[in-house]
């Protein structure tokens, strides 16, 4: 019987093979439903590319945006099933999941960026922990611009919201459009221009960013600046994907997270003051609402606010009335 020998160049050549074995690079998906014109696509890609920076390689995340590899409603759920590693959603469609989520899109209680990012803090111990419940990881949050009413004519009677088809992209926001009288439609963002031209809507609430980048002005006149709440997107990942992370992968990961959000908060409020101009440079009037308006806006607000009360548990009306305290407000 003829015994192996094992040489040297034998020995070597199988640690090589063992160590790129152990060594190799990871490769995620990531799916956003939002266009390349979004800041926030911009900003998550610059994430992905900081990652790749970061870990020399060791993990790339390839970001599919537009809603172009699965639609905006079944991003958490490819995540949370393991068909997709990463990915970003209005966090305010995550309602029916738990009425936390939708904290940051009521009216009167988070009116200002300093604001919206405080309501982020004092909400995401929660959030995390419900995310954690379905094996996700949040990575980082970044709000909108303030939301606003377009409208095909000036705004200056409550009345004209009445049987008003208007786009609203969240549960709330249909909620808030119910209250005003007018009659809500779910529309995503890259779908917004065919659903004015087909007369499936008349009007929407939504930012300055999203009507900037949409080209509102080629099928409104008119943007009612009514601020009305602070939106965010939330970037988050699969437990699994995470922790087949060596943990300087993981470590860099986190590092570019919180770089993302902190530049994301500032790309808002740069993308709000740019997409304002825009507005009226293409001939969008831009105003505030006028005190009667204002007052039919509190009201649906306020209604919304009750509404949001009877619904949430001891838990998330503590995390609010936290904020409130920290914000004296």
Known sequence: MRT?????????????????????????????????????????????????????????????????????????P???RGTIDAGEVFLSILSNDDPIFEVDTLPGVAGSYDDAYALWEATKPMITELFAYEGLIPLYAVAWPAQGIYTAEPLTDPAQFEGLRVRAPNINTQRFVDNLGGSPTETEESDIPTAFST?????????????????????????TDANLWLPKNIVFISQR??????????????????????????????????SLAALQENGISVSEPNAEVAAALQAAGDELFADWQSRADDEAKAALEAYRAQRGN
Not at 22 to 48: I, L, R
Not at 199 to 223: E, F, L, P, Q
Request: net charge negative.
């Open 241 to 274: 994907s995470f922790d087949r992370l060596d943990e300087a992968t993981q470590e860099a990961l986190m590092e570019a997270a919180a770089r993302a959000e902190e530049r994301g908060w500032q790309m808002s409020r740069e993308n709000n003051d740019e």
């Open 199 to 223: 007369g499936r809507v008349d009007a929407m609430i939504t930012s300055s960013s999203t009507g900037n980048s949409m080209a509102a002005w080629d099928y409104v006149t008119d943007y």
């Open 78 to 80: 490819s995540v949370r």
């Open 4 to 76: 192996r020998i094992a040489t040297p160049l034998l020995l070597a050549t199988a640690c090589s093979l063992a160590a790129a074995a152990t060594a190799q690079a990871a490769e995620w998906t990531m799916a956003t439903p939002y266009g390349d014109a979004s800041f926030h696509t911009q900003n998550t890609k610059q994430f992905a590319e900081d990652v790749a920076e970061a870990t020399d390689g060791e993990l790339t995340i390839n970001v599919h945006s537009g809603g172009s590899l699965v639609s905006h409603g079944e991003i958490k």
